[in-house]
């Protein structure tokens, strides 16, 4: 079972932010916070990730809670391309969780 | 040139066959990985291989064999294809020193799809 929790879906206009909530309450304080994401027909794509602080790049930022227990991915301006199912994992040290959930299938209006 | 690349892109093959995918990448990880995505589009990880060492073998039938001849391939055998194995298979493979973990990014390839009938 997946230890993350996750909308099952989320719309957003084109070029207005979007903000993908990850629940994960049972995280280890060794587990990583990966999101990924999957276009249709295509393999996952590495979005972003962190442990502790808030992580930037150049495909989004990853917004994490204090206590660990959530998460947030931001995308700053949604494209119609950002049409995707983004999903929240926890790596741990022991490569022994890696169950992607169903994910969140995020819709851009044109 | 694709990172991680993925043959053939489907197959379709009858019940009690075998059948192999072949996966190569061109990132020089040291780690490789096979994923299913079943019909519910959950994925999950079946083997990883870090320098020609098994080190991840979740619960899938032993019908099912990785086989890495170098470290930058990782092939897939199946042995005695049930209806149930159709699914959409994915290899990635990481830069990873550790044991395995998905702490570093991983690059995916872009699936093959097992149809058995």
């Known amino acids: 079972d997946a230890k993350t929790t996750q909308p099952n879906s989320m719309e957003s206009n084109e070029e207005e932010p979007v903000h993908l909530p990850c629940n994960h309450s049972?995280?280890?304080?060794?587990?990583?916070i990966h999101w990924y994401r999957q276009l249709p027909s295509q393999g996952p794509e590495y979005v972003i990730h962190g442990l502790t602080s808030n992580v930037n790049n150049r495909m989004a930022s990853l917004a994490i809670a204090e206590d660990r227990k959530s998460s947030t991915l931001i995308l700053h301006r949604a494209t119609l391309r950002d049409a995707a199912v983004y999903y929240c994992i926890l790596g741990d040290n022991y490569g022994q969780n890696f169950v992607f959930g169903p994910g969140t299938r995020l819709s851009v209006l044109p | 040139d694709t990172a991680v690349s993925q043959t053939p892109k489907y197959l379709v093959t009858q019940m009690g066959n075998d059948k192999s995918i072949k996966c190569e990448q061109n990132l020089g990880h040291d780690t490789m990985y096979w994923y299913k995505q079943d019909s519910k589009k959950f994925l999950k990880i079946m083997f990883s291989y870090n320098n020609k060492e098994l080190i991840i073998n979740e619960t899938v039938p032993n019908r099912f064999s990785p086989k890495s001849p170098d470290k930058a391939h990782l092939n897939l055998h199946i042995n005695s294809l049930e209806l149930g194995d159709s699914a959409v298979y994915f290899c990635a493979s990481s830069q990873d020193k550790t044991t395995g973990s998905l702490n570093t990014e991983a690059f995916f390839g872009q699936g093959t799809r097992l149809t058995v009938v």
């Open positions: 049972t995280i280890s304080g060794t587990d990583y």
